[in-house]
């Protein structure tokens, strides 16, 4: 016998050919758990009792029942979590491989103790990586700049002070209670409703109740599309006295102005009714204490009636490492369920029979009165705007924006240089056959501004009077330009847009301001697509409500588009290259594609348009559509014509491409939707329907459900 092999046998008493794969693994797997255990069980010992009492761990049962048009009702369980947020963030709750507050500056002081003692080895520094659980506060409130990163608390009182005009929040909210669904696996799910209890502050905390009065209640509501919208609801204020055999202590009623199911306008109002959690409590099995959870919103259509109604209902057991482990192994995949279960209950509403249209999704209204008045699905009147959550910028309305924002640092800039007094002129003036021909050639000139009105012989016969109304034309239109772009969403960042030297009080020239407000980031696509900076606003504005000007006149003339209706001063015209010129041919094609195919959608044999096709232009003057010809593009958008006179070609690429992109999705939304699954829509909130809206909103023509498109 060999050295070697009495070395072997000592350590391995058995034969290296029977050792398996299991037997390598099987061991790590084994005391990296063993780890996790003691790690679990020691500091489950550390979380004081106060901390007990404040957390809990809830397995809600869910209902839907809907009324009307059409009978439909489906349960489910629901795991959330209920946590103080101030033992939340200061990671009193956090337990080594079951739940952690992820705030992304993990590095502080309370958790230094902890990764020291879990970075001895990779098993450890993996287990101390990977937690079951986890809350983040990415998944709620955005923080603003004036908000500390990282805090729930501190970006729902942001929330409070900005949105709801509540002011120092701090001054008076003390413990604020969230119940909310955690991140499982890493996976976050939709958070369909998270209930925010805030109880007053009180005057000395050592001396106070355990559970001081209930203040606020915010009910923070999430849709599909990762929109979130919050209601406000005060104790005291605006409440209902529940009827004598009521459940529930509290009950409001509040206009609605979101958009969560697909199924419903955003008309009506919520019934909320619910009781403070903490005001029962009664011993759980192991005789600690328990709290119940009773939630019930109904929603009311606009005439009172009856439609839809959720409760949520479900029993609160302390947040302890045992009752966390006992719920995930007796209920290990119901977080990933949550969003399959809406889909599938969706479905069946709209393929069943009957079958229910559906609304396709609205943009977030970002002003109450002119949300409730414009688009295909306005809100409810009296609805307060609380939108605390949107969509994230993509990449096209990202290079949209910067081409919009460079287009207008050139506008401005040229207003502060060339302080010539924007020429007014008569809206009916045309073009000359020659200027006509030199704008329809492309590919030879482009027109940057009107044609010249210098004659001098008509000058001499201008009457005196015309004379001082063209002075005070000129004056109001002549001056300092500023353009502000404001955005719905005060996370974003509000884009201020001046000249290069601000104007003081020695100038002799005014100076004025454009404001555009939107509500989404789309705003930016919606100056690109459509053939001109008038129609886009025409009708995104006018019609759909997706956002809006301080001053159309202003407005106009800033995206001067050199019709001379927009009141441009002179420039002749600039000889374009031939790559540029190609470009912009692409550009304009794509252009009159999209509008011809939007088009196509107001049907020659609907008796509304009738009296409209006697007519040379689908809009009144100063807007030309026309009716009897196929539509083509008159001429590259202004926004074009920096990149082509420049023969920046990459800017101009960038614009065919996002052109190109987005008329493609929405012909393929069209096609899957419309042709494939033979999704029916509520009429006319078609989302190919935007121009016939348009039209008819311009005409003063209702679309009625009858008018098919």
């Given at each position: 016998?060999?050295t070697s092999d009495l070395i072997v046998r000592s350590l391995i008493p058995i034969s290296p050919k029977s050792i398996t794969l299991l037997d390598l693994i099987l061991p790590p797997i084994l005391i990296c758990l063993s780890i996790a255990i003691f790690d679990i069980q020691y500091y489950n010992k550390k979380l004081n009792k106060l901390v007990l009492l404040n957390s809990h761990l809830f397995n809600n049962q869910t209902q839907h029942a809907r009324f009307i048009p059409k009978k439909h009702q489906?349960?489910?369980?629901?795991?959330?979590?209920?946590?103080?947020?101030?033992?939340?963030?200061?990671?009193?709750?956090?337990?080594?491989?079951?739940?952690?507050?992820?705030?992304?500056?993990?590095?502080?002081?309370?958790?230094?103790?902890?990764?020291?003692?879990?970075?001895?080895?990779?098993?450890?520094?993996?287990?101390?990586?990977?937690?079951?659980?986890?809350?983040?506060?990415?998944?709620?409130?955005?923080?603003?700049?004036?908000?500390?990163?990282?805090?729930?608390?501190?970006?729902?009182?942001?929330?409070?002070?900005?949105?709801?005009?509540?002011?120092?929040?701090?001054?008076?909210?003390?413990?604020?209670?969230?119940?909310?669904?955690?991140?499982?696996?890493?996976?976050?799910?939709?958070?369909?409703?998270?209930?925010?209890?805030?109880?007053?502050?009180?005057?000395?905390?050592?001396?106070?109740?355990?559970?001081?009065?209930?203040?606020?209640?915010?009910?923070?509501?999430?849709?599909?599309?990762?929109?979130?919208?919050?209601?406000?609801?005060?104790?005291?204020?605006?409440?209902?006295?529940?009827?004598?055999?009521?459940?529930?202590?509290?009950?409001?009623?509040?206009?609605?102005?979101?958009?969560?199911?697909?199924?419903?306008?955003?008309?009506?109002?919520?019934?909320?009714?619910?009781?403070?959690?903490?005001?029962?409590?009664?011993?759980?099995?192991?005789?600690?204490?328990?709290?119940?959870?009773?939630?019930?919103?109904?929603?009311?259509?606009?005439?009172?009636?009856?439609?839809?109604?959720?409760?949520?209902?479900?029993?609160?057991?302390?947040?302890?490492?045992?009752?966390?482990?006992?719920?995930?192994?007796?209920?290990?995949?119901?977080?990933?369920?949550?969003?399959?279960?809406?889909?599938?209950?969706?479905?069946?509403?709209?393929?069943?029979?009957?079958?229910?249209?559906?609304?396709?999704?609205?943009?977030?209204?970002?002003?109450?009165?002119?949300?409730?008045?414009?688009?295909?699905?306005?809100?409810?009147?009296?609805?307060?705007?609380?939108?605390?959550?949107?969509?994230?910028?993509?990449?096209?309305?990202?290079?949209?924006?910067?081409?919009?924002?460079?287009?207008?640092?050139?506008?401005?800039?040229?207003?502060?240089?060339?302080?010539?007094?924007?020429?007014?002129?008569?809206?009916?003036?045309?073009?000359?056959?020659?200027?006509?021909?030199?704008?329809?050639?492309?590919?030879?000139?482009?027109?940057?501004?009107?044609?010249?009105?210098?004659?001098?012989?008509?000058?001499?016969?201008?009457?005196?009077?015309?004379?001082?109304?063209?002075?005070?034309?000129?004056?109001?239109?002549?001056?300092?330009?500023?353009?502000?772009?404001?955005?719905?969403?005060?996370?974003?960042?509000?884009?201020?847009?001046?000249?290069?030297?601000?104007?003081?009080?020695?100038?002799?020239?005014?100076?004025?301001?454009?404001?555009?407000?939107?509500?989404?980031?789309?705003?930016?696509?919606?100056?690109?697509?459509?053939?001109?900076?008038?129609?886009?606003?025409?009708?995104?504005?006018?019609?759909?409500?997706?956002?809006?000007?301080?001053?159309?006149?202003?407005?106009?003339r800033v995206f001067s588009e050199g019709t001379g209706a927009e009141g441009v001063y002179e420039r002749g015209p600039v000889r374009l290259g031939r790559a540029s010129g190609l470009l912009g041919r692409w550009i304009n094609g794509l252009r009159s594609v999209y509008f011809r195919w939007l088009l196509a959608f107001i049907p020659a044999h609907e008796s509304h348009t009738g009296p409209l096709r006697r007519r040379a232009s689908w809009f009144p003057p100063p807007h030309f559509v026309p009716i009897?010809?196929?539509?083509?593009?008159?001429?590259?958008?202004?926004?074009?014509?920096?990149?082509?006179?420049?023969?920046?070609?990459?800017?101009?690429?960038?614009?065919?491409?996002?052109?190109?992109?987005?008329?493609?999705?929405?012909?393929?939304?069209?096609?899957?939707?419309?042709?494939?699954?033979?999704?029916?829509?509520?009429?006319?909130?078609?989302?190919?329907?935007?121009?016939?809206?348009?039209?008819?909103?311009?005409?003063?023509?209702?679309?009625?459900?009858?008018?098919?498109?």
């Open positions: 016998m060999s489906f349960n489910y369980s629901l795991i959330q979590f209920g946590v103080h947020l101030d033992h939340l963030e200061q990671h009193e709750l956090d337990i080594p491989h079951l739940f952690r507050y992820l705030n992304n500056n993990n590095n502080n002081n309370n958790n230094k103790q902890h990764q020291n003692t879990y970075h001895l080895n990779p098993f450890t520094w993996l287990l101390n990586t990977l937690h079951i659980f986890e809350i983040k506060p990415q998944s709620y409130f955005k923080s603003s700049s004036s908000t500390p990163p990282h805090s729930i608390k501190a970006s729902l009182f942001n929330q409070l002070e900005t949105l709801f005009h509540i002011p120092n929040p701090d001054h008076h909210i003390g413990k604020v209670y969230l119940i909310s669904m955690p991140t499982y696996l890493g996976f976050t799910s939709i958070n369909p409703l998270s209930i925010y209890f805030c109880y007053e502050k009180p005057e000395e905390p050592s001396k106070s109740a355990r559970h001081p009065p209930l203040k606020y209640v915010i009910l923070d509501v999430q849709n599909t599309f990762d929109e979130r919208h919050s209601y406000l609801l005060t104790v005291g204020i605006d409440e209902l006295t529940p009827s004598q055999s009521s459940e529930f202590q509290h009950e409001w009623i509040v206009p609605r102005a979101f958009h969560v199911s697909p199924f419903n306008d955003r008309k009506g109002s919520y019934k909320v009714s619910l009781s403070d959690p903490f005001s029962d409590t009664h011993p759980d099995q192991d005789g600690s204490d328990a709290i119940n959870l009773k939630v019930k919103i109904l929603l009311l259509t606009a005439s009172g009636e009856k439609k839809f109604m959720a409760t949520l209902r479900g029993t609160g057991v302390p947040f302890t490492a045992r009752n966390l482990l006992g719920m995930w192994l007796r209920y290990p995949v119901v977080l990933f369920l949550t969003s399959a279960r809406i889909i599938y209950e969706s479905f069946k509403l709209h393929m069943g029979r009957p079958r229910l249209n559906v609304y396709p999704r609205p943009e977030p209204a970002f002003d109450p009165q002119f949300a409730a008045t414009k688009g295909p699905n306005p809100i409810q009147q009296g609805a307060t705007i609380g939108a605390t959550g949107w969509q994230k910028p993509d990449w096209r309305t990202k290079w949209a924006q910067n081409i919009l924002v460079d287009y207008l640092t050139r506008r401005v800039a040229e207003s502060h240089h060339d302080i010539v007094p924007l020429h007014p002129s008569n809206p009916t003036t045309t073009l000359s056959s020659s200027a006509e021909k030199e704008v329809s050639s492309l590919g030879s000139f482009v027109d940057l501004g009107t044609s010249s009105h210098d004659d001098d012989d008509d000058d001499d016969e201008i009457s005196e009077d015309d004379m001082d109304r063209k002075n005070m034309q000129q004056d109001s239109s002549g001056g300092h330009i500023t353009v502000v772009l404001q955005p719905a969403d005060r996370t974003q960042e509000t884009i201020v847009i001046s000249p290069p030297h601000a104007p003081n009080e020695h100038d002799s020239v005014g100076s004025e301001t454009l404001t555009i407000e939107y509500g989404s980031p789309s705003f930016f696509l919606d100056l690109l697509l459509y053939p001109t900076p008038s129609l886009a606003q025409l009708i995104c504005e006018e019609s759909e409500g997706t956002w809006k000007v301080s001053s159309v006149e202003l407005f106009r009897h010809e196929p539509f083509t593009a008159p001429r590259s958008s202004p926004l074009d014509l920096p990149s082509l006179h420049a023969s920046n070609h990459a800017t101009s690429l960038r614009i065919c491409l996002l052109l190109a992109h987005s008329i493609v999705a929405q012909l393929v939304y069209y096609w899957l939707f419309n042709r494939l699954l033979r999704f029916r829509f509520v009429h006319p909130t078609h989302p190919w329907l935007v121009l016939k809206r348009a039209v008819f909103h311009a005409n003063r023509i209702p679309l009625s459900p009858s008018s098919h498109g």
